[in-house]
């Protein structure tokens, strides 16, 4: 690639059925809403479709309808939508597709007829390109709700000169959701004559799995960690798709999410206590004092803190944390502090532990943003012993308040979170690696031990603090691969 193409701004259309700040469900939601600006902060064109759901305030949000409704094809016939613009930011349009019938609902998924609703968007946002003669070097899609495009650009749009020069980077957020369907949705979709793809894979033979044909078809692939770009490749993270994504490894990547580092600021933060940056760690002790009485604890400055915010899921890790939770808090001096809700046995697991350890441990089973933030900035060990993990954001978070994250060393948290060596000094918090519950006891009794040592710990904390976490980051990777895959694109 010459120097000129290389540095020449892109054009890039973002689809996603979430994008912050109009709906969220997930990560997804948080990505799709801040890697738009960090993209035009570097001076790209960037513009973003989603669906017009019911819930979004045309008033609150400033939409404005732009161009005449039009039938967009779907299922054999044509279905009428109307686009509105809005923003995520100046120079960041955000183009909402409105269709009274599939989209005026109070919920964003799980409707029945969810694959003609989101086939339906996806149709109809690359229609509207068409609409606005506005030709993107780059579509880049996101998990199921938007695979079905990278499929059509190599199939119904194949020769179409309007997108002969647009490639597609297809977004993994979470493998565990795939849009599996039955073989009803390719005509849904108008590709029927294309037939089944993946025969050879025994579980997706008789069905349409939607994310498979993202992977399968589009030019460039990412996830959103380099260790979990790589463990999907196996059975044992692959969710049922590890061959498809070992045939298309050569053109699959890894980039680890941002955070908002600007809502993310413990010296600005309002929902904090006391603000506090790496300079004036001292100040940190009015944020924990504040924890410890929101969760009822016993007021002890000397006394380490353990926090952990997360859904309450298999995923995160309580199945290895069960056994030794007893352990943990009757044996050693440490204080517990959990955010969380999910499924109901934990929430019944959690409830018996803050009822048996008074003063020790404080559980809120609720969503809860600003009481996240103080146990961010209050705890002095974050807590992550996931059993996958695609990029996770909580112990960037933690470090970027001073929590030190003690984490099991998978997907992106094997990315972020390197295992501390007293002896050289190295590393940024506490890992380990089986998934086993002494591996995870072990490593909470190291990260104790060298809480002791107020130095040391200090340093750990001054270290995570000042590490680069921003979207700026990511989004540099981003164009990256863009560009890769538009050669990818362009070698057909
Ligand atoms: P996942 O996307 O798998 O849930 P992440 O670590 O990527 O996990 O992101 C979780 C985000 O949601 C973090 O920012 C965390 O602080 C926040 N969060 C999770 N549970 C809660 C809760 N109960 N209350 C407030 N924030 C929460």
Redesign the pocket.
């Known amino acids: 690639m010459d120097n000129q193409s290389s540095s020449k701004p892109l054009k890039i259309l973002i689809v996603a059925a979430e994008v912050v700040p109009f709906a969220k469900v997930?990560?997804l939601a948080d990505v799709a809403g801040a890697l738009p600006i960090a993209l035009r902060d570097m001076g790209h064109d960037v513009r973003v479709a989603m669906p017009k759901y019911g819930r979004i305030d045309n008033a609150k949000f400033n939409l404005k309808p732009i161009i005449e409704p039009f039938a967009v094809p779907m299922d054999g016939h044509s279905v009428d939508v109307d686009i509105l613009e809005g923003s995520i930011a100046e120079h960041v349009p955000v183009y909402f597709i409105h269709n009274e019938h599939y989209f005026d609902r109070e919920g964003i998924y799980s409707y029945p007829d969810d694959d003609e609703r989101f086939i339906l968007f996806c149709r109809a946002a690359v229609e509207m390109l068409k609409k606005l003669n506005w030709q993107p070097d780059i579509i880049h899609c996101n998990d199921w709700q938007t695979a079905i495009i990278p499929n059509w650009l190599k199939t119904i749009y194949k020769d179409d000169p309007f997108f002969a020069h647009t490639a597609s980077l297809y977004t993994i957020h979470n493998l565990a959701y795939q849009g599996v369907f039955g073989q009803r949705v390719l005509e849904i979709a108008g590709i029927a004559e294309h037939g089944f793809v993946y025969p050879q894979i025994q579980d997706l033979a008789g069905v349409v799995d939607l994310m498979g044909r993202g992977i399968l078809y589009a030019d460039a692939i990412n996830t959103v960690s380099e260790t979990y770009a790589q463990e999907i490749l196996t059975p044992e993270f692959g969710e049922k798709l590890d061959p498809l994504l070992r045939e298309r490894q050569d053109r699959l990547f890894g980039i680890l999410?941002g955070i908002d580092t600007e809502l993310m600021n413990p010296k600005t933060d309002s929902y904090i206590a006391a603000n506090f940056d790496a300079m004036n760690l001292e100040a940190r002790a009015a944020n924990k004092a504040d924890l410890q009485k929101e969760g009822n604890l016993d007021p002890r400055p000397d006394v380490p803190v353990i926090g952990l915010?997360?859904?309450l899921a298999n995923?995160?890790g309580f199945d290895i944390m069960a056994p030794v939770m007893d352990s943990l808090l009757n044996l050693l001096d440490v204080q517990f502090v959990l955010?969380?809700?999910g499924d109901q046995y934990y929430h019944e697991m959690f409830g018996k532990l803050a009822a048996h350890y008074p003063g020790k441990a404080a559980v809120?089973l609720?969503?809860?943003?600003s009481?996240?933030q103080k146990i961010?900035a209050g705890s002095d060990i974050f807590l992550?012993p996931s059993r996958f993990?695609?990029?996770?954001?909580?112990?960037m978070?933690a470090m970027r308040y001073g929590s030190i994250p003690a984490v099991r060393s998978t997907g992106g948290l094997a990315d972020t979170v390197h295992d501390f060596s007293p002896t050289t000094g190295e590393g940024n918090g506490f890992a380990f690696t089986p998934y086993e519950p002494m591996a995870l006891y072990a490593t909470l009794v190291r990260a104790l031990e060298n809480y002791r040592y107020k130095d040391t710990w200090r340093k750990l904390q001054t270290r995570d603090m000042s590490a680069d976490y921003s979207w700026d980051n990511s989004a540099r990777k981003y164009v990256d691969v863009y560009r890769k895959a538009m050669s990818f694109q362009a070698q057909q």
Do not use: D, V
């Open positions: 997930g990560g999410n915010i997360s859904r995923q995160k955010l969380g809700t809120f609720t969503f809860n943003a009481l996240a961010y992550m993990e695609p990029c996770g954001l909580g112990q978070i």
